[in-house]
């Protein structure tokens, strides 16, 4: 019984590292977190992720339990929310935090760093219709800058007024896909520290 089971595992991970490009260990270290995070439940939900410590003093800690949740970053082509995932969509949505395998070509390496920054729009793209508006990037650098303590909600409002006004006057009022998130960048990595994977 336990050695079908495994070899069932194994082939089914042996699928997903096809499909994703994570090693089986990786996939297996994954697998194990998701389990955890679960409660050895075959779905996780919202609130399975806001019970990770680590998140509870990121600024943007509802953008990153929303994006695993998100249609958008499970590679179905379509938006709006689900309200659970299995372990699958959970490394789907991980497959976005790859680290850059060693030897890849300079195409594979910007197709990355653009699946990544699309990852980081969609997060604050909230409404999904495929541009930032200002509203949207008050939240961010409200959100980003809420942390720091001594910088109030107003100056929060004003740096991002003063950075969306510098691209209106080239793109009318609607930012275009990377441009300016590229300064988020770093965030997925910090999504991996925090996630613990
Ligand atoms: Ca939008």
């Known amino acids: 019984m336990g050695a079908?089971?495994?070899?069932?595992?194994?082939?089914?991970?042996?699928?997903?590292?096809?499909?994703?490009?994570?090693?089986?260990?990786?996939?297996?270290?994954?697998?194990?977190?998701?389990?955890?995070?679960?409660?050895?439940?075959?779905?996780?939900?919202?609130?399975?992720?806001?019970?990770?410590?680590?998140?509870?003093?990121?600024?943007?800690?509802?953008?990153?339990?929303?994006?695993?949740?998100?249609?958008?970053?499970?590679?179905?082509?379509?938006?709006?929310?689900?309200?659970?995932?299995?372990?699958?969509?959970?490394?789907?949505?991980?497959t976005h935090f790859r680290p850059a395998a060693m030897g890849i070509t300079e195409e594979e390496r910007e197709n990355l760093r653009r699946d990544k920054l699309r990852f980081l729009f969609n997060m604050h793209d909230t409404d999904s219709d495929g541009t930032?508006?200002?509203?949207?990037?008050?939240?961010?650098?409200?959100e980003l800058l809420s942390k720091a303590g001594t910088i109030g909600q107003e100056t929060a409002k004003a740096i991002a007024d003063a950075a969306m006004l510098e691209v209106a006057s080239t793109t009318r009022g609607k930012m275009v896909t990377g441009i300016s998130l590229t300064l988020l960048y770093c965030t997925t990595d910090q999504i991996v520290d925090e996630v613990g994977i």
Request: aromatic share 8%; no cysteine; hydrophobic share 35%.
């Open 132 to 142: 930032i508006n200002l509203e949207e990037y008050r939240r961010v650098v409200e």
């Open 4 to 94: 079908s089971q495994s070899a069932g595992t194994e082939h089914e991970f042996q699928d997903l590292a096809d499909r994703t490009g994570f090693s089986l260990e990786q996939i297996g270290n994954i697998n194990k977190r998701f389990r955890q995070l679960s409660n050895n439940e075959e779905t996780l939900s919202r609130e399975d992720l806001a019970s990770i410590p680590a998140l509870d003093n990121n600024p943007i800690r509802a953008q990153i339990i929303n994006a695993f949740f998100d249609k958008r970053n499970l590679h179905q082509n379509e938006t709006g929310t689900v309200q659970e995932i299995g372990f699958e969509e959970f490394l789907m949505v991980m």
